[in-house]
């Protein structure tokens, strides 16, 4: 466990839980209830407002979503949103499967044609493109987030919505 930590932090490497769940940006917040079931989708949800410029979405809306979703027991539904079903989202997901495969083989000659083909298929899917970063060898802090951010706010920020 990290330093300063007192509770367990979970990696997801293969991106299983974003598949599964149908996370398009990172981060992203999913509310489970007790019986586990899934209450609230995939939601730009950060902590505070640090990035309030870039994304739009002022922190304070979820906290109070939050709030009256544990105190009062009213769930505010998120509007809109519906995991990512067409037939080239579910492509590129697969692509990045095999390429994170062939990668973690050690067979990057074979993972980079999948990693393009992923990024082709759904260009605008942050789990797909930043997260394929460091797998690609590309620095997920560095120039190519900051050229795929240009693309992406040229695009309308598309899939930030609060």
């Known amino acids: 466990m990290p330093d300063g930590l007192s509770f367990p ?3 997801d490497a293969n991106h299983r839980i974003a598949e599964l769940f149908g996370v398009i940006n990172i981060p992203s917040t999913v ?3 007790e019986r586990g079931t899934m209450v609230r989708p995939p939601t730009i949800a950060p902590g505070d407002d640090r990035w309030r410029d870039y994304t739009g979405v002022d922190a304070d809306v979820h906290h109070d979503a939050l709030r009256k979703w544990v105190i009062d027991d009213e769930l505010e539904r998120v509007s809109g949103w519906a ?3 067409s037939v080239d989202a ?3 997901r697969a692509h990045r499967r095999v390429a ?3 990668h973690r083989k050690g067979r990057d000659d074979l993972a980079r044609p999948h990693f393009d083909e992923a ?3 759904a260009p605008m899917d942050w789990t797909i493109r930043r997260g394929s970063m460091p797998l690609k ?4 802090f560095g120039q ?3 050229d795929f951010w240009k693309e992406w706010e040229e695009a309308g920020k598309p899939s930030y919505s609060g």
């Open 9 to 11: 932090v979970l990696l």
């Open 31 to 33: 509310w489970f209830d």
């Open 83 to 85: 995991q990512p079903g």
């Open 90 to 92: 579910g492509l590129a």
């Open 100 to 102: 994170a495969w062939l």
């Open 119 to 121: 990024v082709r298929l």
């Open 137 to 140: 060898g590309e620095d997920p």
């Open 144 to 146: 190519p987030l900051f």
